[in-house]
């Protein structure tokens, strides 16, 4: 079993996740994050005066997989968040020594 940790822009998380459902994953945890890679945040303008954006908004999505299907879900997913510019992303896999979850 995977453990794949999604982080994408906002306007992309709908895509991502329609794939998710696509791949037949019956459980994810979808959170707002912020955060900032290689674009280094951005100056904006509000009425008038610019300021900083240290941190982007993005959406984190956590996703449990078998190990033999991650893969597939990984370029899935990677593809439905590529905008083709900085900041879209990023997809981390880890493994899960024990797979099971107590429910309640």
């Given at each position: 079993?995977?453990?794949l940790?999604?982080?994408v822009?906002?306007?992309?998380?709908?895509?991502?996740l329609?794939?998710?459902?696509?791949?037949?994953?019956?459980?994810?945890?979808?959170?707002?994050?912020?955060?900032?890679?290689?674009?280094?945040?951005?100056?904006?303008?509000?009425?008038?005066?610019?300021?900083?954006?240290?941190?982007?908004?993005?959406?984190?999505?956590?996703?449990?997989?078998?190990?033999?299907?991650?893969?597939?879900?990984?370029?899935?997913?990677?593809?439905?968040?590529?905008?083709?510019?900085?900041?879209?992303?990023?997809?981390?896999?880890?493994?899960?020594?024990?797979?099971?979850?107590?429910?309640?």
């Open positions: 079993m995977k453990y940790t999604i982080v822009k906002p306007f992309r998380a709908e895509a991502v329609r794939v998710i459902a696509e791949m037949g994953v019956d459980a994810c945890a979808v959170r707002e994050a912020k955060g900032y890679g290689r674009q280094k945040g951005y100056l904006d303008r509000y009425r008038g005066g610019e300021f900083s954006m240290a941190y982007l908004p993005k959406v984190e999505i956590a996703v449990w997989v078998d190990a033999d299907r991650y893969e597939e879900l990984r370029d899935r997913v990677a593809r439905a968040a590529r905008t083709g510019r900085i900041g879209d992303g990023k997809v981390f896999v880890v493994p899960v020594a024990e797979p099971g979850a107590i429910e309640f």
